[in-house]
């Protein structure tokens, strides 16, 4: 049965990062992490990493804003009662850092505002000495 997948991207802030978990017998591997979006309705969104795409991980830590490259999965199962039981999982596979990503806050709104030039009126004569 072949799968669907939804490949997107999602940007925020790291919220939380947990540890590595692994289950059962033959070792898998999965560790989640909290995004919460930067929009005027905040999204806490927990995404998962399984297997070797845990170690992406190793580098970034809460408070980092940073771009993921997410699938959306989505999967049936029919529970012993005989009950179809539906999962979802977001899924991420990459992630890369947000370099230019300045947090904003009144306090530092006016700081980073672009510095106010006068204006020269190309008719006057140039005075300055250089």
């Given at each position: 049965?072949?799968?669907?997948?939804?490949?997107?991207?999602?940007?925020?802030?790291?919220?939380?990062?947990?540890?590595?978990?692994?289950?059962?017998?033959?070792?898998?591997?999965?560790?989640?992490?909290?995004?919460?979006?930067?929009?005027?309705?905040?999204?806490?969104l927990k995404i998962e990493f399984v297997?070797?795409?845990?170690?992406?991980?190793?580098?970034?830590?809460?408070?980092?804003?940073?771009?993921?490259?997410?699938?959306?999965?989505?999967?049936?199962?029919?529970?012993?009662?005989?009950?179809?039981?539906?999962?979802?999982?977001?899924?991420?596979?990459?992630?890369?850092?947000?370099?230019?990503?300045?947090?904003?806050?009144?306090?530092?709104?006016?700081?980073?505002?672009?510095?106010?030039?006068?204006?020269?009126?190309?008719?006057?004569?140039?005075?300055?000495?250089?």
């Amino acid at each position: 049965m072949k799968q669907n997948i939804f490949k997107m991207e999602v940007t925020g802030k790291i919220k939380h990062l947990y540890d590595t978990q692994t289950y059962g017998a033959n070792g898998f591997k999965k560790r989640e992490l909290v995004l919460e979006t930067v929009e005027q309705y905040p999204q806490f969104l927990k995404i998962e990493f399984v297997q070797e795409k845990c170690d992406v991980l190793n580098s970034y830590q809460v408070g980092q804003e940073v771009k993921i490259g997410i699938n959306l999965k989505g999967r049936e199962w029919i529970n012993p009662e005989n009950q179809t039981v539906y999962f979802n999982s977001i899924q991420g596979w990459r992630v890369d850092p947000l370099q230019n990503a300045v947090a904003t806050t009144p306090e530092t709104a006016n700081a980073q505002a672009p510095a106010q030039t006068a204006s020269v009126n190309d008719s006057e004569p140039d005075d300055l000495p250089f």
